[in-house]
């Protein structure tokens, strides 16, 4: 029988995901509509030593809003991988990314539809920094057409257990 690999360091960052978390955030869905506030949790259990899989729940004006995020480190790429879904969309989100040179802050890109709404695709990134072990903050943004980058959801995650 196959033997699992030992884990990398980055697979033991990946561990300090693991544990419930209350989460706060903040979505812009654009330029002249308010803010949406929202208030969830999310269980991130770990599979083997070399995955973490989150599971967040929010109930939303529009109904409940389910989510899964997986994340693994790929030895061979030395390079970030996963995946994000949610029960309000049907795009899967790829996730290929680095942590930084502190070793705090991990930059995942995807791509996904455009909020223009018009079919067209769009680069995006999702940003997960530690603060503390306990406190941490997940920022998304998305690449605009002028070549900046557009700050549209922030998420403060902060352990319960």
Known sequence: ???????????????????????ESECSMGPDQPPMKSNRRESVRSLGTLWAIGEGSDD??????????????????????????????????????????????LTLDSEGPSFAGDGTMAKYQDIIEFVTDDYRILSSKMLGSDGQWT???????????
């Open 1 to 23: 029988m196959m033997q699992p690999p030992e884990p990398a360091k980055e697979h033991l960052w990946l561990q300090r995901l693991v544990g419930e978390w209350k989460v």
């Open 60 to 105: 939303t004006p529009d109904g409940s809003c389910d989510s899964i995020m997986t994340l693994g480190f790929e030895t061979q790429t030395k390079r970030f991988v996963g995946t994000f879904i949610t029960s309000m969309m049907t795009h899967l989100w790829p996730y290929n990314g680095a942590l930084d040179a502190t070793g705090k802050v």
């Open 151 to 161: 700050p549209f959801m922030k998420a403060h995650y902060r352990r319960m257990t």
